[in-house]
């Protein structure tokens, strides 16, 4: 949603204005970027020249991999308006990037944290593999200076790319856009300026429109207030076969005990395709109840006692066709002997054979279309 109100955002304000500087390589030489009203404003990166400063990597929460700002290169703008800036630098010819965002209005020695991104995550791009983008959008003030730095995540992440930056005036709220308009870090219902505006208010009478009404952090049937309420009702035909876990009680469909002996929740009907029994598993899979049922029939070799005989006229290739769809789990214990990566014998399936003379066999399930088996073999 933030990054489809961010191009809406874009287009809405005046064209982009790019800017040929490269990046300072020290915060006290920070290239410049003229601000002149809201708009975009792309700005040219090049680290391959620049060195590793000695400035911190950031204190503040950056999200996902955060690295050693390799190169870092710094860019300064001053505001000449209160508003709010989203930055990304999002660009497919870019390389893997940290981006931090400092109030610089006490000098370089004495740069205050305010935002910061190891990998971006959410932009349809296209970008290069890990980019670096503002999770939040983050207020800034007319007059006060800033700067953003730029580095690489390890040693070998330096380059040339464009990075991108939205300044735009902060509007009221809007509380049910999922975004954070004002930049106070804090988005529809959960901000205080929409208490009391719908959809934010009291979640019962609200039960089913997937919005967490009252900030509790519970949304619809899985807010305590939704207890009772029409909305949240499981134990009828159709809310029994909907997939859904209408009451939030953690238990859906069949496998709630409000839908015992409802439509189709009862004992398991082995060829329905539904889990009648809610237990997980449809009609043949539910071995314990269908298997030796017309529809789903047992193995002939599903035990060693009648065990598929293969016979044996010499030496040779003797080929032997599986089919374990419908064998159970039988008793016998797992071999005794070792047996590298051995598993449950699930499903197991039996065959013999008598050689005719003494010989060696070698035996195998190789086969592109089987499954991961198990292999044994006794003697009699």
């Given at each position: 949603m933030r990054n489809l109100l961010l191009i809406t955002t874009m287009l809405a304000f005046s064209a982009t204005s790019l800017w040929a500087q490269t990046g300072g390589d020290e915060c006290g030489v920070a290239d410049v970027i003229p601000i002149s009203g809201f708009g975009t404003y792309s700005i040219a990166m090049d680290s391959t020249t620049a060195t590793s400063g000695s400035d911190p990597v950031p204190v503040i929460p950056c999200g996902a991999f955060m690295g050693i700002f390799n190169q870092d290169i710094w860019f300064s703008f001053v505001p000449d308006a209160d508003g709010a800036i989203d930055v990304t630098t999002c660009d497919p010819t870019s390389w893997d990037t940290d981006l931090v965002l400092y109030d610089g209005s006490a000098g370089c020695a004495a740069l205050f944290?305010?935002?910061?991104?190891?990998d971006g995550v959410g932009n349809a791009g296209p970008c290069q593999a890990f980019y670096s983008e503002f999770e939040n959008p983050t207020a800034v003030f007319a007059g006060v200076t800033y700067y953003l730095r730029v580095g690489g995540w390890n040693a070998l992440a330096a380059g040339v790319g464009t990075m991108n930056m939205n300044f735009y005036a902060i509007g009221a709220e809007i509380c049910d856009d999922g975004a954070d308009n004002d930049a106070d870090g804090l988005?529809?219902?959960f901000d205080p300026d929409c208490a009391g505006v719908p959809p934010c208010g009291a979640e019962a009478g609200q039960c089913d429109d997937g919005v967490d009404n009252d900030a509790d952090g519970t949304t619809d049937c899985f807010d305590v207030d939704c207890i009772g309420d029409p909305a949240?009702?499981?134990?009828?035909?159709?809310?029994c076969t909907d997939g859904v876990d209408n009451?939030?009680?953690?238990?859906t469909d069949c496998a709630d005990l409000d839908c015992s002996g409802i439509g189709l929740c009862g004992p398991e009907i082995c060829d329905d395709g539904f889990d009648n029994d809610g237990d997980g598993l449809i009609d043949c899979f539910d071995v314990a109840d269908c298997l030796?049922?017309?529809?789903?029939?047992a193995a002939g070799n599903d035990e060693c006692v009648g065990a598929v005989?293969?016979?044996?006229?010499?030496?040779?290739?003797y080929t032997a066709l599986m089919d374990s769809t419908s064998a159970s789990l039988g008793a016998d214990p797992l071999p005794g002997i070792a047996c590298a990566v051995m598993g449950q014998f699930e499903n197991d399936i039996w065959f013999s054979f008598v050689p005719d003379q003494d010989m060696v066999a070698e035996i195998h399930t190789c086969d592109a279309t089987s499954w991961d088996t198990d292999l044994l073999v006794y003697e009699d």
């Open positions: 944290e305010l935002n910061c991104s190891g988005i529809d219902c949240c009702f499981e134990g009828d035909a159709a809310t009451d939030a009680d953690g238990a030796g049922t017309p529809a789903c029939p005989d293969i016979p044996i006229a010499g030496a040779g290739t």
